[in-house]
């Protein structure tokens, strides 16, 4: 299993101060938070994507190549890129173009997003929002597959044999797909035997095992090789020296973040009787000691039937910077060796 971290990039206000994080110190903060990753052994670092104000990951290939450049051997990917409003071709492109500076480091998890700020942005209809997907993502794999080719679509221009450069360092460049909690999402990803990310930011891990499922069962009815299925889990976590700690660290981002989402989707309030159950042993955060993380990425692993990487989101403590350092040194000295020495990765 592959242990890493996922980052929003998020800049949050302080609630002692009521002072806003400075973008440039916030982007130098997240370039140095993929430094220490690499530096501590973590296998991946992705980058989201959003167009609001409270975030600065607008062009996460860009902030991926700022990283590539610090880094060594962590793996480089979005966290996810938002395909359904933005042009394959130049995704492709980006993504290649990074791989190059990270000599084969790249990867692209694509979805729909979350946030919908991007469809109207660049021009697209929210009424789309599915056959946006469906296309781009069908344009992408062929981009994928060769240089030039001839292809009409309805939302971009045609193809007429123009090539698309530069081609990535790696042969295959990888492609995800990151889903929430659509079945359909679940099926598309195994029939097209494509990696599955798994965005787990409430509840419990067990609801979704009915839908790994059915992306386990399109997998093989495309007839796919069973043994090439790839289950990854997005998930809330931070680690500290103890469960308390780590809370603490946590609570007051996730907090301001939740309580900001609620008011813009109808929500309830978030509350701290929540955040407690989601800490807890039947909830989906990966809050906590070492102890504690390690024991729920095993559970998670169980619970789901096998799970290739397990990432955290854990941008809502950025404004604890010391501690942000201390859970990133952590999950990488503390936890990942426990989870590879469970799978037989290491030697010790």
Known sequence: MEIGIDSFAMLLTDPATGRLQSAVDRMESVLAEVE????????????????????????????????????KSIRLTSAVAVLSAADPVRV????????????????????????????PLFGFDLRDYEALFVEKLDLLLKIREQPSFKWQGRFRPSLNGEGIFPRPHQTTLPIWLGVGGTPTSFVRAGTLGLPLMVAIIGGSFERFLPLVELYRRAWLAAGHPPENQTIGVHALGFVADTDESAKEAFFPGWFQMFTEAAKERGWSAPTRAQFEHMCGPDGAFLVGSPQTVTAKMLHVDRILGGVSRITLQMSTAALEVEAMRRSIDLLGTAVAPIIRHKYGLTSE
């Not at 694509?110 to 991007?118: D, M």
Request: charged share 20%.
């Open 36 to 71: 220490l990753a690499d530096q501590v052994g973590l296998d991946v670092f992705g980058i989201g994507e959003h167009h609001r104000a409270n975030a600065l990951d607008s062009a996460p290939a860009v902030i991926l190549s700022a990283a590539a450049a610090r880094t």
């Open 92 to 119: 492709f492109q980006e993504f290649s173009t990074l791989d190059l500076i990270s000599r084969g480091r790249a990867e692209i998890v694509v979805g729909r997003g979350s946030s919908v700020e991007a469809y």
